[in-house]
């Protein structure tokens, strides 16, 4: 192998070994069954800078299978047949399926992005928002998604939050409750719910759930063994074909100036950036940073970053923006990739950083 197809097999391999883990036995055994196949790693080599690589050929495959592509490999994925065959049978029924539809994956690796558009981590968005929003009593929290994909968690004005003995938060009359079980410290549920303000998103590919051919990939990306995952999606794009979020369409350092012109001057601004950093080099990352900086000239603005990191699990962090702030992170909190729970690690008696205007 060259040195980048190495890359891309340890890409794989930690992909297995790092984020398939309790989630999904069958992708850990594909993704170990790719780092071992020189022409399936050729394969993967096509996916578009910045793109996780395993995610998008899994996803691309799902895609095939869901279309009803015929190929005994289906008969592992459990959310297309009642029984599957065990997790170890996959790897060569994958190996096969690729050889087959090579050309066939390799349009959807090179056209489709990874725009997973999981609802339920709006459950641990939401007491960082509450946060916020309790330092700006009286004024409305707007909150701008960057990857926003289709724009599901910018519907979160219409859903309800259950944190079990913690509470209930979130809309009084809820089109969809999203449970999320709560770790370590309580986080700051001070507020019932947010006071409003507008909602935007940012993408440069963004799915729109009035197209059959979107909202098919967004099913493709949800794992194969996650049936609530797959159920909760269905229930959120119905939820937004009754009055679709707002997603602009292009490249997010671009788009934001314009965005954030539009709102009013003085009113507190959230930027959300959910598992979307990792299609950032640095030098777009410098200059989301400038971006975010000119922003908070004419108002409260802060960055919540709900990311990967170093550790184990994904990470909360919020930093504020504007004249003698040094826009350095705060952890908040740990939180599940795709929602189902949070561990608070912030203080409670500790106001976040970007609470005094």
Known sequence: ????????????????????????????????AAAADEEIITLAARVPPGQPPPNLLLAAVHALLLAGTPHPLRDCYPDLVDVPRPAEEAPALFRDFCRRHATAIAAQVRTRRVSTNETARAACIYPALLSLAAAHPGRPLHLVDIGASAGLNLLLDRFGFDYGAAGRRGAVLPALTLRCALRGRRPPLALPRLPGGQRFGIDLQPMDVRRADDTAWLQALIWPE???????????????????????????????????????????????????????????????????????????????GYEWGRGAAPQLQVAAYGPGRDARPMLLADACAHGSWLHWRAPADRRLACSVD
């Not at 980048?4 to 170990?32: I, M, T, V």
């Not at 797959?230 to 009055?243: E, G, P, V, W």
């Not at 314009?258 to 950093?277: K, M, S, Y």
């Open 226 to 304: 996650q049936h609530a995952r797959a159920a909760r999606l269905r229930q959120a794009i119905a939820i937004a074909r009754r009055r679709p979020p707002k997603v602009r369409s292009g490249d997010a350092l671009r788009v934001l100036p314009r965005v954030l012109a539009a709102l009013p001057a003085g009113e507190p601004v959230c930027v959300l950036h959910a598992f979307t950093l990792n299609q950032f080099d640095a030098g777009a990352r410098r200059r989301l940073q400038a971006r975010l900086y000119a922003g908070a000239r004419t108002r409260p603005l802060y960055r919540l």
């Open 1 to 32: 192998m060259t040195r980048s197809q190495e890359r891309l097999r340890r890409r794989f391999l930690r992909f297995a070994e790092r984020e398939c883990p309790g989630l999904s036995p069958l992708y850990a055994a594909l993704a170990r």
